[in-house]
């Protein structure tokens, strides 16, 4: 089965830039898109189809993808984005998961 | 609005059965496919599988580990998603998220196939 993997944490200074990867076997050849999900709340997209923001979500987020892996970029982090990060991609009609990233701020 | 709102979880015992709802609103619920996510307690998220719209036949999809057991349908008149869970298993215990999918119009199905709206989750425990 097709499997996405992702660091289980990254931490980054406040104001700093802060990557996460998620990679698998030919992943470029997909799209890969991102989920945010705090604390007792439910995930909310951030980035689709690798590099597109839908509407609400900060400039500061932004995607890439390509090769055998996918990478969300936050800009200028803020206290507020430290979350839980999936990434998600699709493999014939199932739609596949990484195991997360918890993005810590400090 | 648009909203998705789960209800239907509660304990159950293994081997047991449950069937969880979720009620949209605020879009043309019968546009879309739709699906359901799960994240056991501490873990990550696990899609358990799809429904698709009229147009292309209610034609539904799931991940191995719930194939046989669980069954995902749709009632467009009500605005409806439902998940009949059988055989349930302690290993099932999580949140169930319904998710909005793709967006299909009767003759094209559109980019991006993504679950870009969320209920807030319904708990399922499993456990005797």
């Known amino acids: 089965s097709y499997e996405l993997t992702q660091p289980p944490s990254v931490s980054v200074s406040p104001g700093q830039t802060a990557s996460i990867t998620c990679s698998a076997d030919k992943l470029g050849e997909k799209y890969a898109c991102w989920y945010q999900q705090k604390p007792g709340q439910s995930p909310v997209l951030v980035i689709y189809?690798?590099?597109k923001r839908p509407s609400g979500i900060p400039e500061r987020f932004s995607g890439s993808n390509s090769g055998n892996t996918a990478t969300l970029t936050i800009s200028g982090t803020q206290a507020m984005d430290e979350a839980d990060y999936y990434c998600q991609a699709w493999d014939s009609s199932t739609a596949v998961f990484g195991g997360g990233t918890k993005l810590t701020v400090l | 609005e648009v909203q998705l709102v789960e209800s239907g979880g509660g304990l159950v015992q293994p081997g047991g059965s449950l069937r969880l709802s979720c009620a949209a609103s605020?879009?043309?619920?019968?546009?879309?496919?739709m699906d359901w996510v799960r994240q056991a307690p501490g873990k990550g998220l696990e899609w358990v599988g799809r429904?698709?719209?009229?147009?292309?036949?209610?034609?539904?999809e799931y991940a191995a580990s719930v194939k046989g057991r669980f069954t995902i349908s749709r009632d467009d008149s009500k605005n409806s998603l439902y998940l009949q869970m059988n055989s349930l298993k302690t290993e099932d215990t999580a949140v169930y998220y319904c998710?909005?999918?793709?967006?299909?119009?009767?003759?094209?199905?559109?980019?991006?196939?993504?679950?870009?709206?969320w209920g807030q989750g319904t708990m399922v425990t499993v456990s005797s």
């Open positions: 189809e690798d590099t």
């Open positions: 605020g879009f043309t619920f019968s546009d879309h496919y």
């Open positions: 429904t698709r719209n009229k147009a292309n036949s209610y034609s539904t």
């Open positions: 998710a909005r999918g793709r967006y299909c119009s009767s003759t094209t199905c559109y980019s991006p196939d993504t679950f870009d709206i």
